[in-house]
């Protein structure tokens, strides 16, 4: 089947190695380009200099592939794909628990399967088995599919004693509305691209992988900015029209990989240059944020809505000056605003990769628009990221009354596979 | 609070003319160049060469806009825009019914507004009243917004002397499953753009136009490839993997105006140059159509997957040869394949302008998709369009297993709105 729908010569783009896979001299420049969101803006001209197509088998007088297409992120490397790779155009977070009578076997089993369509689809090529061919045509569309293990993975397949603490439950928060069905599960993957049918193509793949062994417990969907939509890919707004990740760690930064990755000869042994994700579906209550003035919203954030420079001066960039006052003594940045609560010199050095989504499910019968942000973070350790943030906020954010975490997820995101072996494999036959 | 949110000095991207806007000499070259979906990809170019980015306040260093960004659809014009543009990435549909008491006043100033929220986004500048800043930093991202006038419209603003034969309910057929709460409507918008933000603006904007005078009756979400993601931008793929709109008609086509728009000299004289649209929500059952041989794929839509040729032989624009058989006699394009039932020359020259969006709304509790095709088309008479091309579908086509339509509706769609003038005026004011 897979044989009759694909093109016979398609020859694969050529592939973007990503830190880990890359030699050192490229390494820096791509992780750091890639983490900073650019690669569609700056490729896009490359793309269109560059000239050739994806694939052989396009039908003659076609326009080539930019870069949007042409872009592909290498599946094997020291870190899993879809952590430091820039904000891909459209998402797809979905977890799956284990089906009944399902163990370690099956889940061996479904991690190479998945391991090896990760590989396949990243590099513009078709599933081994039965293929849909919706992503024909198309390019790998920088493609990422990142897989990740849950706290309840370890009982049902027998690892209860290579849990990492790490994967405890989160604390409760005060300000928490979550639903239990869309939040945690067995395993979680994540699908990034930047072309919409080529993330689809590859979230029904990674659901046909999924076979008898498990069954998706819940799915979302998730967008950011297009490439070349916006001349300030260097962070990007969300549905508050906020400007959002300019404080994120960037890969050149010296503690960077500290912050983010289990160290390579951290533990456990098998979460090796792995790290933690936090998954949180926050809706924005967007009919009273839009009511809130300029002003009043900048308060709120403590930044300012046109250009994100702290509300004490500069640019987006600027350090914000906690202490500054106005000529009536208050504080220009305010107490509660986020983006003081946030800082991670408020929060002993914590630090956390945000790569978020956002989403938007339609509108309910009140006419209000179900939507926010798929909040998605990376560090090398939830109880020094996310957690001493989170608590933060939960005692005082001005943004708390604007916005609802519905769901929540903790998930342990092993490193990256070497060639010949697939993710998760130290620790399902370590 | 519009002033505070937005950048001082935005410059306006320069406009691209649409057909009826443009100087003669460069009308067919750009609305050929729209429909055929190449826009992204063939601007991609010009855009990197052009170089300069939207708007004056981008800031230091920034990269510049690509044509993603730059591109500009132009509201005034013969015909509303998004009707004969390239698909777009990312769109919203959305049903409003007027609110009880509002009649014919309010609904004049709704579509006052509305027209005037639409002139100034699809020129990239913010709307008149408390824009949510979504959108800033972005480019118009070929923004189309199009409004239409529902069956029910007209007797809730007492205009029904007005209301076209065209509009008449479509009619009953025995394969559909509609639901009714999210089918129809007084008025109807749709938001195209090649940005999901920008298009996400857009639709937040018209919602907050509408006031206290209309509620969203239903609202969905779609998606298209992105520019530069495929070489093959002339037609799309959905869901199922298959090549979709090959005989779409084309602008160069002599008899193109006249089976898509309503005459300049036509009946009722407040549709000169308008078009009726039809809007269903059709649910692809893609656990059962991935379960199929490509070949049977192939049998049921009568081309082949991979290029969209028809299985007769040749290219995907090849004629389809109806009376071919193969060497035991039977037809090589069976009498049920869904691309012989919808042929023009099987329907007394009926024919359709297809501008569908995929949409895909995640994965229900039995683990399938909510996801199929938001099909919209366009024509100049829905009884010489849709109606007889669904009929023939009804009785006997072998796609009819595979999808369901869920939703359906009807809306007319008035020409464009001169310099001055708004959408629908010459109904409501004539």
Chains 1, 2 share one sequence.
Request: proline share 8%.
């Amino acid at each position: 089947m897979a044989d009759q729908s694909l093109p016979e010569a398609r020859t694969p783009a050529a592939p973007q190695p990503r830190e880990g896979a890359a030699p050192p001299a490229a390494r820096e420049g791509i992780s750091r380009r890639r983490l900073l969101g650019t690669a569609g803006a700056t490729g896009l001209v490359l793309g269109a200099a560059g000239g050739a197509a994806g694939y052989a088998a396009a039908p003659a007088g076609a326009t080539p592939l930019s870069s949007v297409g042409e872009d592909r992120v290498m599946f094997h490397g020291k870190h899993q794909p879809g952590i430091t790779e820039g904000l891909p155009a459209r998402g797809h977070l979905v977890a799956f628990d284990l089906a009944p009578g399902a163990g370690r076997k099956e889940a061996a089993a479904l991690l190479r399967r998945w391991s090896d369509t990760a590989r396949r689809l990243m590099a513009g090529e078709p599933s081994a088995d039965g293929d849909t061919g919706v992503a024909q045509d198309a390019g790998p569309s920088s493609l990422t599919l990142t897989f990740g293990f849950g706290h309840s993975f370890f009982a049902r397949t027998g690892l209860e004693e290579r849990r990492p603490v790490a994967l405890d439950p989160l604390p409760d928060f005060s300000s928490d509305h979550l639903d239990k069905a869309r939040s945690n599960g067995d395993l979680w993957v994540q699908v990034g691209a930047h072309d919409a049918l080529v993330a689809f193509h590859a979230l029904r793949a990674v659901q046909k992988d999924a076979g008898a062994a498990a069954r998706v417990r819940w799915q979302m969907n998730g967008f950011n900015r297009s490439p070349g939509a916006t001349a300030r890919p260097m962070t990007a707004r969300n549905l508050m029209g906020q400007i959002d990740g300019t404080r994120n760690p960037k890969p050149s930064e010296p503690d960077f990989d500290r912050r983010i990755f289990v160290p390579a000869d951290g533990e456990p042994a098998w979460m090796a240059n792995g790290s933690y994700v936090v998954v949180r579906r926050i809706r924005m209550l967007l009919d009273d944020w839009e009511k809130l003035p300029v002003k009043e919203q900048e308060a709120v954030i403590g930044r300012r809505k046109s250009d994100g420079a702290p509300l004490s001066g500069g640019t987006e960039t600027s350090a914000m000056d906690l202490e500054k006052t106005d000529s009536a003594g208050d504080l220009v940045v305010p107490f509660n605003a986020h983006a003081r609560i946030t800082r991670p010199d408020q929060n002993g050095g914590a630090a956390m990769l945000r790569r978020p989504l956002s989403y938007h499910d339609g509108i309910d019968a009140a006419g209000v628009p179900d939507a926010g942000l798929l909040f998605v973070c990376w560090q090398a350790d939830p109880l020094r990221g996310f957690v001493p943030v989170q608590r933060k906020l939960d005692r005082g954010d001005a943004l708390t009354p604007f916005i609802r975490h519905e769901s929540s997820g903790l998930f342990a995101v092993p490193g990256g596979a070497a060639e010949g072996e697939y993710v998760g494999q130290r620790l399902l036959e370590g």
